[in-house]
């Protein structure tokens, strides 16, 4: 398997702009996870997905973000309007059924907002 | 391309015990950062200490210490005085500005403390 597979690898973009950030878990995983990634405040959980189902969402900051995943081979982070501020690394996320599992992470979106 | 190699997929404790776990690393820079992160079943993951490679002495966080060895590439997590709460993933991790300032995770080790 080739693992969680992000893209893009960079975005820069303009403030205002709406931004897609896209994730493709590993086959037969079955949580899916996004996380945001700054020196600040390290690794942060924004929300992640049972079955294609958003469990958890209380990590979304605002409600600039949404995230969707219409099937059990991809998902997206969308943020619209971009801001300045959301300038990080986006890990997504995969791991088998379970609790303690095992969590592969993609190698992540710098994104940067200009 | 850096790596980061944890061969421990799972390690058991007792409560109270101290436990070591195992991370090397690969790279060609020489100066970096190296971060042990704990994911407890609640997902989100927690920064449990960090290592600076310019500083020769090994981190520490009450409980938690590295043995970091710059030649060997290895960065162990020493967990003295176990407890229940311990119980989690553990990821280590590599980050380096002159590596596209992105974290590179270990596969991660699964630490189990019983009572």
């Known amino acids: 398997d080739a693992g969680v597979i992000q893209s893009p690898r960079h975005e820069v973009t303009e403030m205002g702009q709406e931004v897609t950030l896209r994730c493709k878990p590993i086959s037969g995983h079955d949580y899916l996870f996004w996380y945001r990634q700054t020196m600040m405040r390290g690794l942060e959980l924004l929300i992640y997905f049972n079955n294609n189902v958003p469990i958890d969402d209380s990590g979304m900051p605002e409600d600039r973000f949404s995230a969707k995943m219409p099937n059990a081979s991809f998902s997206t982070l969308k943020i619209q309007p971009s801001e300045p501020r959301d300038s990080a690394v986006y890990f997504c996320a995969s791991s088998p059924i379970g609790t303690l599992t095992e969590a592969f992470f993609g190698q992540g979106t710098r994104l940067t907002v200009v | ?115």
């Open chain 2, 1 to 115: 391309a850096q790596t980061v190699t944890q061969s421990q997929p799972e390690m058991s404790v007792q409560e109270a015990e101290t436990v070591t776990l195992s991370c090397t690393y690969d790279t060609s820079e020489s100066n970096y950062y190296l971060f042990w992160y704990k994911q407890p079943p609640s997902r989100q993951m927690i920064l449990v200490i960090r290592q600076e490679a310019y500083k020769q002495q090994n981190a520490t966080e009450n409980r938690f210490s590295v043995n970091f060895q710059k030649a060997a590439k290895s960065f162990s997590l020493k967990i003295s005085d176990s407890q229940l709460g311990d119980t989690a993933m553990y990821f280590c991790a590599f980050f380096s500005n002159n590596a596209g300032n992105m974290l590179t995770f270990g596969g991660g080790t699964r630490l189990m403390v019983k009572p």
